[in-house]
């Protein structure tokens, strides 16, 4: 698998969907670590 | 990191912590993706928005009923949504013990190898297209739902020119027929040959979009091609076909006996054409009509 392929498979193949789960996570995270979840 | 006491502390556990949950939201969300299950995800985060403000608002009684159907709702969910939830997590598990191929998907594939070389011999048009880790739902239910186990006497009735399903796609998951005459994306890449057909382009343009590999097989020319990550390799000999095969599954597809051309009376008659290049559809039901 060259460098390109790799990019494409594992990097910008679903962005957005990458981006908003990463999102998701830091907003959850910071919702548990502040204490409005429990 | 500190923050003037208001965020928490991020350590390199945090952010461990962090990408790991945000790999599972990932892995979730793509799973249903373009799903009807996406659909009821869109409903259950309105639903907890609307319990959120109501909080927020004091609607005492909109906050109590929510909170009253909320419990109920996930076994709902667990029901509807059961088969989903068995693939998924053999899926994980499949990915978690790194297990390849199945005696049984070898066997498959080989079938596919068999069927593209009847269908070259008889100069019958077909598209396959083989899911590996990148979910192909969006398309499959943009067809006729099979879930049959793969064989080559399948693929060879469906493609007859004569069946109502030999018009779209085949999309094969594991040893499995999971639907045909789907409709895929087609390629808009300028570079692409002239001679390229709507069959070719659809075979392209799900293989850009996603890791599938596609077998397509020309009825104008009887030609084998096999399109990965939006390229394709013409003219393939079946015997190179395997070789790809089993190099691009990372599985021992066996050399079988390989079946000789049916005659044309069996029904795979020549009379259809390809269909023109250049459409502007994004989605198209390749070789036949849009």
Known sequence: ?38 | MHAAGVWPHLSVVSVLDILLVAFIIYEFLAQIRGTRAALILVGASVAALVFYFSRVLGLTTLNWLISRIFPYAAFIVIVIFAPEIREALARLGRRMTLASSTAAEADAYDDIVMAANLFSQNQTGALIVIEREIGLRTYVESGVTLEAHLSYDLLATIFRPSAPLHDGAVIVHGDRIVAAACFLPLSMNPVLSTQLGTRHRAGIGITEETDAIAIIVSEETGGISLAVAGTMERDLTVERLRERMSKLLRRYVPPTPLPTAIANGRGMDESETEMPMGSSDSHSKPGGER
């Open chain 1, 1 to 38: 698998m060259t460098g390109r392929d790799f990019l494409r498979r594992y990097v910008t193949h679903n962005l957005g969907l990458k981006i908003l789960s990463l999102l998701l996570a830091v907003g959850l995270w910071l919702a548990i670590s502040m204490g409005k979840l429990h």
